[in-house]
């Protein structure tokens, strides 16, 4: 059975970190590209950051640059997402996603496997 299971979401004051982890099982780790996107009701979704972990290629938005760094554990399997300096537009619900082609997935935010998301909210 394919996961992606997402943790490490709560509540966190503005200036605040966390930490998200994108534990993957079910499929060849190796050979997918992972993303991490985030969804505010009634918006669309947006790309955050993705990891090319044949390469190591990262890709970060414009909002996010500078402040979240994304990272990959190969041994357990799990991509993380350092957010440090969190401000409450970063408050969503965060969700992972592997997708073979990184290009695709940075491009469309399509992806092959998607995990059920974790909440992070960001207080003023």
């Known amino acids: 059975e394919v996961q992606l299971v997402e943790s490490g979401g709560g509540l966190v004051q503005a200036g605040g970190s966390l930490r998200l982890s994108c534990a993957a099982s079910?499929?060849?780790?190796?050979?997918?590209?992972i993303g991490w996107f985030r969804q505010v009701p009634g918006k669309e979704r947006e790309g955050v950051s993705c990891i090319n972990r044949s390469d190591g290629e990262t890709y970060y938005a414009d909002s996010v640059k500078g402040r979240f760094t994304i990272s990959s554990d190969n041994a357990k399997n799990t991509v993380y997402l350092q957010m440090n300096s969190l401000k409450p537009e970063d408050t969503a619900v965060y969700y992972c996603?592997?997708?073979?082609?990184?290009?695709?997935?940075?491009?469309?935010?399509?992806?092959?496997?998607w995990g059920q998301g974790t909440q992070v909210t960001v207080a003023a």
């Open positions: 079910g499929f060849n780790f190796d050979d997918y590209a």
């Open positions: 996603a592997a997708e073979p082609d990184y290009r695709y997935l940075i491009a469309s935010m399509g992806a092959r496997f």
